[in-house]
């Protein structure tokens, strides 16, 4: 089995705009996805070795350290027989319910010498 990294991503612009919405709404849309998420993430427990959800990010660069945003939200640790069987795995997952929501999935590869 290989490993692969899959990044959960969601648009900063749609977050905030979600955070807009009604909070009854936003509370009745959100159990619904996390009841979906539950089961997805049951169903597939045998790929799974770890999810974690993304805090704050920092920007490191030879200019310095700075506050910035990015698209992840989330990232799980997946065990298949190859890129696209990982892949295929997301097919249909929760997540992708939300607008301009992706997965990307990328293999997990030694770095060499070291």
């Known amino acids: 089995m290989k490993k692969y990294l899959a990044l959960y991503l969601i648009p900063a612009s749609v977050l905030e ?3 807009k919405t009604d909070p009854d709404k936003r509370k009745a849309a959100e159990e619904k996805m996390r009841g979906e998420w539950n089961e997805w993430m ?3 427990a045998k790929i799974l ?3 974690r959800a ?4 920092k920007r490191v660069s ?3 350290t700075s506050d910035t945003k990015n698209d992840i939200h989330l990232y799980s640790f997946v065990e298949a027989e ?3 069987a990982a892949a295929k795995s997301f097919e249909g997952h929760p997540h992708l319910q939300i607008p301009q929501a992706s997965i990307e999935v990328m293999e997990i590869r030694p770095i060499s010498g070291m």
């Open 49 to 51: 070795a770890d999810t």
């Open 82 to 84: 190859s890129q696209e």
């Open 62 to 64: 030879s200019g310095g």
């Open 42 to 44: 049951r169903n597939h």
């Open 54 to 57: 993304c805090g704050k990010t």
């Open 17 to 19: 705009d979600w955070s």
